[in-house]
T-cell receptor, first 107, second 111 residues
Framework: GQNIDQPTEMTATEGAIVQINCTYQ??????LFWYQQHAGEAPTFLSYNVLDGLEEKGRFSSFLSRSKGYSYLLLKELQMKDSASYLCAPSWGKLQFGAGTQVVVTP | SQTIHQWPATLVQPVGSPLSLECTVEGTSNPNLYWYRQAAGRGLQLLFYSVGIGQISSEVPQNLSASRPQDRQFILSSKKLLLSDSGFYLCAWRAGGTEAFFGQGTRLTVV
C-alpha cells in the first residue's frame, strides 16, 4: 500500500470518546475516506474529507490535514454497536485501505 | 438508484480448481471497479481496479486475474486455486472521486 498507518486496536467504554489516527503518504493525494466494517460484512461509508479541517456528522467527525498527511476519526458517545473495524482510505485515484483499527466498546 | 451485485456469497473449492467470481453494477455508467481481498483479521488488499472496459490494473502479482468484458461487469478468475487464495473477496464501484460502494462479498475457502 501507500504507507497507510493506523493503530491496530483501541478499547473504550460505552459513552466515551475515541480518536483513531491515520497517517499516509501525501504524494498525489486527492481525498480521504473513512469506512466502518463489522465482522463478516462489507465496509460501509462513514465520511469523506478533501479539504483541511473537521467534518462533523452526528456522533462521528473526521479531520484532515493534507500538508501533514494526517487524518483522524472521532467517535463520540460510544455505543456497543460501534464495536467494529474502522478503515482509513486515502485516495490517489485508486482507493487503498489501511489495515483497519479494531474498536472494542465495553459496558 | 445504483446497486452492486456480487456472487456467490460463500464458496468452498479444492486446491487446483478454477475460480470465477462475478460482480455487476446497475444504475450507473462507466464506473471505476475494484476487487479487494481480506484475509481473516486483516485489512483490505487491493487486487485489481478498472477505469473502463478492457482496462485492468493489477496491484499485486499473484495467482489471480481480472477482466471487464462489459462496462458494468467485473470478473475475478483463477486457473488453479492455492490454499493462500482463501479469504473474503469484495467488489466495489466508484463514480469518479466519490466514495466506493461495496458488494456483499464472497467468502472463499480453498481446501
Amino acid at each position: 500500500g501507500q504507507n497507510i498507518d493506523q493503530p491496530t486496536e483501541m478499547t473504550a467504554t460505552e459513552g466515551a470518546i475515541v480518536q483513531i489516527n491515520c497517517t499516509y503518504q501525501t504524494s498525489g493525494f486527492n481525498g480521504l475516506f473513512w469506512y466502518q466494517q463489522h465482522a463478516g460484512e462489507a465496509p460501509t461509508f462513514l465520511s469523506y474529507n478533501v479539504l483541511d479541517g473537521l467534518e462533523e456528522k452526528g456522533r462521528f467527525s473526521s479531520f484532515l490535514s493534507r500538508s501533514k498527511g494526517y487524518s483522524y476519526l472521532l467517535l463520540k458517545e460510544l455505543q456497543m454497536k460501534d464495536s467494529a473495524s474502522y478503515l482509513c482510505a486515502p485516495s490517489w485515484g485508486k482507493l487503498q485501505f489501511g489495515a483497519g483499527t479494531q474498536v472494542v466498546v465495553t459496558p | 438508484s445504483q446497486t452492486i451485485h456480487q456472487w456467490p456469497a460463500t464458496l468452498v473449492q479444492p486446491v487446483g480448481s478454477p475460480l470465477s467470481l462475478e460482480c455487476t453494477v446497475e444504475g450507473t455508467s462507466n464506473p471505476n471497479l475494484y476487487w479487494y481481498r481480506q484475509a481473516a483479521g486483516r485489512g483490505l488488499q487491493l487486487l485489481f481496479y478498472s477505469v473502463g472496459i478492457g482496462q485492468i490494473s493489477s496491484e499485486v502479482p499473484q495467482n489471480l486475474s481480472a477482466s471487464r468484458p462489459q462496462d458494468r461487469q467485473f470478473i475475478l478468475s483463477s486457473k488453479k486455486l492455492l490454499l493462500s487464495d482463501s479469504g473474503f473477496y469484495l467488489c466495489a464501484w466508484r463514480a469518479g472521486g466519490t466514495e466506493a460502494f461495496f458488494g456483499q462479498g464472497t467468502r472463499l475457502t480453498v481446501v
